[in-house]
């Protein structure tokens, strides 16, 4: 059974901070990987999509990277600001339109 | 504006009665999902839709209820067989062909609250 695991579950960096979100996953059989960020109370926002095939994808001061053989995804932002405050989650596409949910990182950005 | 639209946005329910959650979306996605969203849990799959008329359940799917009658719409009914109803309830969607999976959009989520 898929697990997705996203350490730390909580993270406070000063403004400006280049940083790396993790997320991990027992099963590499995955058709790709998505993150988002969630707002309190709100919906999640898509950030990226990796496919299987591929190794990264880039927006912005946004990148993703995946190694499927290590179970392995990372989110880093560059030059981190107030607004970038939020929580983030991974998501594995797992094939027959499932797709398995890490709990998220709740990321706090210092002014 | 293309999108997902979920109401109503707080929704309080008395134990026992069953309620129904609204998911509209323009975006023409065939694919459409209802997730469960509790504190310090990441989301659960409750039902989801590839097409029209059909739908299969997701991992939680007892004490609820989905409908599919039109492309742009899926709404879920919690039932009072659900043991605890309390939580936000997420519509998502998905421009997902036949083996295919791609990218998903969520709409804002309910908050549900029975007491």
């Known amino acids: 059974k898929q697990e997705v695991t996203q350490i730390p579950a909580a993270l406070s960096v000063p403004e400006g901070e280049n940083l790396v979100l993790n997320c991990s996953f027992t099963?590499?059989?995955?058709?790709?990987l998505q993150w988002f960020r969630q707002d309190p109370g709100k919906g999640l926002t898509s950030l990226l999509l990796?496919?299987?095939?591929?190794r990264e994808q880039t927006s912005g001061r946004l990148n993703a990277s995946l190694d499927k053989s290590s179970g392995r995804s990372t989110l880093y932002i560059a030059a981190s600001q107030p607004g970038d405050s939020a929580t983030y989650l991974c998501?594995?596409?797992?094939?027959?339109?499932?797709?398995?949910f890490g709990t998220g990182t709740r990321l706090k950005v210092l002014a | 504006d293309g999108g997902i639209t979920q109401s109503p946005k707080y929704l309080f329910r008395k134990e026992g009665q069953n309620v129904t959650l609204s998911c509209e979306q323009n975006l023409n996605h065939d694919a459409m999902y209802w997730y469960r969203q509790d504190p310090g849990q990441g989301l659960r799959l409750i039902y989801y839709s590839q097409i029209v008329n059909d739908f299969q359940k997701g991992d939680i799917a007892e004490g609820y209820s989905v409908s599919r009658e039109k492309k742009e719409s899926f709404p879920l009914t919690v039932t009072s067989a659900q043991k605890n109803p309390t939580a936000f309830y997420l519509c998502?969607?998905?421009?997902?062909?036949?083996?295919?999976?791609?990218?998903?959009?969520f709409g804002p989520g309910t908050r549900l609250t029975v007491t």
């Open positions: 998501a594995v596409g797992q094939g027959t339109y499932k797709y398995i």
């Open positions: 099963d590499s059989a995955i058709y790709n």
């Open positions: 990796i496919q299987s095939s591929q």
């Open positions: 998502a969607s998905s421009p997902t062909g036949v083996g295919l999976m791609s990218e998903q959009y």
